[in-house]
């Protein structure tokens, strides 16, 4: 800096273009390097997850040296940069929760303005021209800080943001001290980049009751830390995510012989098989799904006995229990409500003693430690009729602790509308009644941007000719939805109804959003190729209904904006 008046005076940081350093990418990555030593480098890591190294190459090396080496250098700075900005910049989950999972902090922050690792997650989704949503709820379910953004720009969360941000009356807390990297260049870069899925996560945790120290240790203990985060992986059904993760704590807190049985209750397409699933997941257990719908007899579904002809072959459940005797896992039995007598019969023993005889030999099998999930659709007028009765409380307050007693008292309902479904020996053996209430208009808009965001994710990937299963006719495509939460507010109040959820969200995005894509994608008169450019397509809302058009492509040099003026909404 130049002499003068303007000596002692500090020049303002200069603002970061959200582009990280190349790091050079290492030959191999070996544990120990080439001479199997005890040699370790967070920048060679580092280059290697930049430069696209497999999860298995990286997880091996992590894997090789002592755990209390590698959480002392996770969170190195390469190149100026904390380590993990180069994680999430990688948009791969498995390697976000693999790196903090060795103490890697996701409030990680970087500059003399402190850029928080979420904002830069939620911005880097510009940058790579890809959504980086799973990271951005990740990163939340593992801890980050909500806060660390300006509330102004996800509450309330069902809103369109303006191009360049919130107003600057809205913006209440902009002087909190770690909101000083919210500059106003940074703050239409991240109203450009924020979408609407991204802006219901970081609402919900700012709403979200934070697990006690005891759950973080008792989870810790018992490998499910995931556990503790598994509502940012559902869209509505926080009461429902929460009640699960704290039968889930209690039982491993106080294990006991008699396995954990839940009911999941609820109306078709609100999440009862995808929590199942997510917990599957972060939990990394084994489920086992079985369709309720195809068994009648006992036999059926956990296999004959000697002298039976195929009795030695069993069935796909009954071998699932054998594989995992005395191991955690998840039988999830969906619609439960169709199955018979004969089955009720035959699970009284599982959940009751925790053993389960293998129809091949009449061995014991200990499955003390499988959580069986029923679902059912039976009891959907007990829980429809009760939100009609509490809906202010249900659907528009935000009390998580009144909707906590509200629902002990559904639950209640719920085990007597069971008891006459099935009987009272088996009620009798259910540990737990789990709801799944309606969406409400919020979560129905959620829920049709999730399907967009999968949907913008299939057509991305690149056209491939090659005849048979791998084939893609439709690719490099790169959707963009401008207004996001008008768009999927119209979808939602045109396509949604409660007796079939989120089923009936897909189909409305199919209905006025895939199918416009590939109509106009095949209007244009050229040929489809491998390696083609990407051609970008945009949804929004305009004259009363959503519209989707193709706005150029990458390599014809058009400039989106000047095609598609604003001043046409």
Not at 119 to 145: M, P, R, W
Not at 349 to 372: A, H, M
Not at 407 to 423: A, N, Q, R, V
Not at 537 to 547: C, I, K, M, S
């Amino acid at each position: 800096m130049d002499g003068g008046e303007e000596e002692g005076v500090a020049e303002p940081p200069q603002e970061w273009d959200f582009v990280l350093p190349k790091v050079p990418m290492p030959e191999d990555l070996v544990g120990g390097g080439r001479d199997g030593g005890d040699y370790f480098s967070m920048q060679e890591v580092i280059g290697a997850i930049q430069g696209g190294m497999s999860f298995q190459k990286i997880h091996s090396y992590l894997g090789y040296y002592d755990t209390t080496m590698v959480t002392r250098r996770i969170n190195e700075e390469i190149q100026g940069v904390p380590s993990m900005f180069f994680v999430v910049a990688s948009n791969n989950e498995m390697l976000l929760r693999l790196c903090v999972g060795y103490g890697g902090d996701v409030n990680a922050t970087y500059g003399p303005r402190k850029i928080p690792l979420i904002g830069f997650a939620v911005i880097n989704s510009d940058i790579i021209q890809n959504d980086t949503t799973l990271i951005v709820a990740t990163l939340l379910s593992l801890g980050a800080k909500c806060t660390t953004i300006p509330k102004a720009f996800y509450s309330p969360f069902c809103t369109d943001l303006p191009i360049e941000g919130p107003d600057e009356a809205d913006l209440h807390d902009i002087q909190d001290k770690n909101k000083q990297w919210c500059t106003s260049f940074v703050r239409s870069w991240l109203a450009k980049s924020l979408n609407l899925s991204q802006r219901y996560y970081l609402e919900k945790a700012l709403h979200t009751k934070k697990a006690s120290l005891r759950q973080k240790q008792v989870a810790l203990r018992r490998n499910a830390e995931g556990l503790l985060g598994i509502h940012y992986f559902l869209i509505g059904q926080t009461m429902a995510a929460r009640w699960l993760m704290q039968k889930l704590l209690s039982y491993m807190i106080l294990p006991s012989k008699r396995p954990l049985v839940l009911v999941f209750a609820g109306p078709s397409g609100h999440g009862k098989t995808e929590l199942a699933r997510q917990l599957g997941h972060l939990l990394s257990l084994e489920l086992e799904v079985v369709d309720c719908t195809i068994y009648n007899r006992e036999m059926e579904l956990f296999g004959g006995r000697a002298p039976f002809v195929g009795s030695e072959r069993g069935t796909p459940l009954n071998n699932f229990l054998a594989r995992k005797a005395g191991q955690k896992c998840v039988v999830f039995l969906d619609e439960f409500e169709k199955t018979t007598d004969d089955i009720h019969n035959a699970l009284l023993i599982p959940f009751d003693k925790g053993e389960y005889q293998d129809r091949r030999n009449n061995g014991i099998v200990d499955c003390s430690k499988t959580l069986w999930i029923l679902a059912t659709n039976a009891l959907d007028g007990t829980i429809m009729d009760f939100c009609r009765q509490h809906e202010k409380a249900i659907f528009v307050d935000d009390n998580m602790d009144n909707l906590g007693k509200l629902m002990k008292m559904l639950e209640k309902d719920l085990k007597t509308g069971f008891k006459g479904e099935t009987s009272a020996p088996l009620t009798g053996r259910i540990s737990s009644f789990v709801p799944f209430l309606p969406f409400t208009s919020g979560e129905q808009c959620v829920v049709a941007h999730k399907y967009i965001l999968e949907l913008a994710h299939r057509i991305r990937a690149p056209v491939s000719l090659s005849p048979g299963p791998d084939e893609r006719l439709l690719g490099n495509v790169y959707l963009k939805v401008r207004r996001d939460a008008t768009v999927c507010k119209a979808l939602a109040e045109e396509g949604y109804d409660r007796d079939l959820g989120a089923r009936s969200l897909i189909n409305a995005v199919k209905t006025e959003v895939e199918i416009a894509v590939v109509e106009s994608y095949l209007e244009v008169d050229r040929e489809i190729e491998e390696g083609q450019g990407t051609e970008e397509f945009l949804a929004d809302y305009r004259n009363g209904t959503v519209e989707v058009k193709r706005v150029g492509r990458a390599d014809d040099g058009e400039d989106e904006e000047s095609r598609d003026s604003e001043d046409d909404e």
